[in-house]
């Protein structure tokens, strides 16, 4: 006797997912019991932001006794500061300053150490690198102020004098250029360094320029180079060294005037960018926060900037197709040459002598946009 066994295909697929769910509930409850038992660190996209630190590790009294809870780099005596918080089984801390790739961190209660975990190094791969310095142009005035450093990656802070140096033509490091700050003066995202040459050493009725000189000095030439030994936020050091050469020119005693400028508008009904084009270069940074474009009513247009020609030309690119009609370029006085003169006054000036021109909030230049 035959005995024939039928199996619907939907039934096999039924039991096929319910196997499979029942073998990913086992591992599933498998890896969060392992997950427990085991310090984690939590990631906000490559960056460690926090250690969970199971609750098990601590004994049954880790939420009342949680004060007795700190983190501490290896071999470090001092706590970090920072957060804790108990999730479920898991108490988690959240340093203020953020974990360092490459260092080992421990997990200490009642001043006994349960535990220890170590931030991976980031690939090499991945480090940063310096974009440009500006002013890009290859000629400064013998009174330059200050410059910026790009990088691609956000830097750690606090380690701008320890690896920038100005060098002359002997390949001799230049001593005291650079003003020390502190905290240093970084944009938001950390990538973009403002470094100051000393204003003591460049205001010429001042004492450091009067012991020391100016640390430029006209006809001579310069390198600015950047050592590969500094570090990003991930711990590795720059991919490579960066280094910019310059000759000084004389120095820059005159105010920008916008008056100067050669405005070139576009066409009515495209967004082809508007073009200024400056007596000098101007401060890179400082362009994109400090010209606005606005129409005969006042009404600001939204569009993008971009600086040009090492900083001697600046392109305006609209949101929407230009309209016909009467538009201004409104500068704000802040805006500064690559000397630190700015629309109102010069950086380097005789303080006894009175300022008999009136300081403006902008200055204003009309144009128009024709079909």
């Not at 200490?108 to 480090?127: D, E, Q």
């Not at 070139?264 to 010209?291: V, Y």
């Not at 629309?343 to 079909?371: G, P, T, Y």
Request: aromatic residues 8%; proline residues 6%.
């Amino acid at each position: 006797m035959t005995i024939t066994y039928n199996f619907h295909p939907y039934s096999i697929i039924r039991l096929y997912n319910l196997c499979s769910l029942i073998f990913f509930a086992l591992t599933f409850f498998s890896c969060r019991q392992e997950q427990q038992k085991e310090i984690s660190l939590i990631w906000d996209k490559d960056r460690a932001v926090a250690i969970s630190i199971p609750a098990s590790l601590l004994g049954n009294d880790a939420k009342e006794n949680k004060d007795l809870l700190h983190v501490r780099v290896e071999k470090n005596v001092d706590a970090m500061l920072g957060n804790l918080n108990t999730t479920g089984s898991q108490v988690v801390f959240k340093p203020i300053v953020p974990l360092s790739r490459g260092l080992v961190y421990e997990i200490v209660f009642k001043n006994k150490v349960v535990g220890n975990i170590k931030v991976p190094g980031a690939s090499a791969a991945n480090a940063s690198e310096v974009l440009a310095i500006y002013p890009s142009i290859d000629t400064l005035p013998e009174n330059l102020l200050k410059i910026y450093i790009r990088f691609s990656k956000p830097m750690r802070e606090g380690q701008s004098l320890k690896n920038i140096a100005l060098l002359d033509h002997n390949n001799d490091t230049v001593p005291n250029v650079f003003l020390d700050l502190q905290p240093e003066l970084w944009n938001k995202e950390r990538t973009v360094l403002t470094v100051w040459l000393d204003p003591g050493r460049i205001k010429r009725e001042l004492i450091p320029n009067q012991q020391l000189g100016n640390p430029l000095k006209r006809g001579e030439n310069y390198t600015i180079t950047v050592s590969n030994n500094w570090k990003d936020e991930q711990a590795l050091p720059l991919s490579k060294a960066y280094k910019k050469q310059f000759v000084v020119a004389s120095r820059d005693s005159m105010s920008p005037d916008p008056a100067n400028w050669k405005v070139s508008p576009p066409k009515a009904g495209t967004t082809q960018p508007l073009e200024l084009i400056f007596s000098e270069p101007l401060d890179n940074f400082l362009l994109a926060e400090a010209i606005q474009i606005v129409t005969k009513d006042k009404v600001t247009i939204a569009g993008q900037i971009k600086a040009d020609d090492n900083e001697r030309k600046l392109f305006f690119t609209p949101a929407k197709k230009w309209q016909a009609g009467n538009y201004q370029v409104r500068v704000e006085s802040i805006l500064e040459d690559v000397a630190g003169n700015n629309l109102n006054r010069l950086f380097d000036r005789d303080i006894r002598v009175k300022n008999l021109k009136k300081d403006q909030a902008f200055i204003e230049r009309r144009f128009e946009i024709r079909n």
